[in-house]
């Protein structure tokens, strides 16, 4: 099974524009997540995909493996297909730029999915952690998701879900990690599709294959992320590494 890691790259980021390029302790925070994606071993390619004659330089300059998309892209899925579409490799790993405390132990648990679904049934495998602090449940920036007694995907959100009327009822709540695994089939045909309803509404590309009835196993890691979504995320970043290195 050839596996590789994709890592979708677009400067002009919304919430936080220009994040990728942003200094975490000495490397900005895309080297740092291809560093981590390349450090795990798993992969027999680690590429990066971007719309940024920036991001391309930055890569460029530890010699990293980038390409520049040809099209304008809506999603992070659209701009890797662009890039896959005419290679041969059979699961193809998205790495979201802004996630560089990836581990291989999490990203190992989720390419077994694939090695022990031997009639080929899952379309996707994507990474879950708890969330228990309130600010961080209700927080949109936040991707919360829940899952069925077989850990499928029933809906991502960005609100908190499940809600919580029966107050004497135990609720976990999940968050989504933006680190998912395709079958190169699966991730052309989100390629060739149309964005839906409810994923132009939520602004989250993965209920997209749920819409088309795709089956996206939820695997569990309980590994400290951060998501860099905005400035107060990079701060808690900059602090993590500190403590940590």
């Known amino acids: 099974m050839k596996v590789i890691a994709v890592i979708p790259a677009r400067y002009e980021a919304f919430r936080f524009p220009g994040k990728l390029l942003k200094n975490l302790v000495g490397k900005s925070v895309i080297r740092r997540t291809y560093e981590a994606a390349v450090s795990t071993q ?28 040809t099209k304008e892209h809506d999603c992070g899925s659209d701009r890797i297909a662009e890039a896959v579409q005419n290679m041969e490799v059979d699961v193809v790993l998205n790495v979201q730029g802004d996630e560089p405390f990836i581990d291989k132990e999490s990203l190992s648990n989720l390419l077994n999915v694939f090695k022990e679904d031997k009639s080929q049934t899952i379309d ?58 395709f079958r190169k089939q699966a991730l052309m045909d989100f390629y060739n599709s149309s964005t839906t309803p409810l994923e132009a509404a939520e602004k989250i590309e993965c209920i997209r294959h749920l819409e088309h009835g795709k089956k996206i196993k939820m695997v569990e890691t309980s590994k400290y992320s951060i998501g860099i979504d905005t400035p107060e995320d990079l701060e808690k970043a900059i602090a993590y590494l500190t403590e940590n290195s």
């Not at 680690?46 to 980038?66: A, P």
């Open 42 to 69: 798993l992969f027999d390619q680690v590429l990066v995909v971007t719309d940024s004659n920036r991001i391309v330089e930055e890569i460029n300059s530890f010699e990293g493996n980038v390409v520049l998309s």
């Open 124 to 181: 996707l495998a994507s990474l879950m952690t708890p969330l228990v602090q309130t600010e961080d449940i209700e927080n949109p920036n936040n991707v919360k998701v829940i899952v069925d007694s077989n850990q499928f995907a029933l809906y991502f959100s960005r609100s908190p879900i499940p809600y919580p009327r029966a107050t004497d009822t135990p609720v976990r709540y999940f968050k989504h990690v933006g680190i998912y695994a």
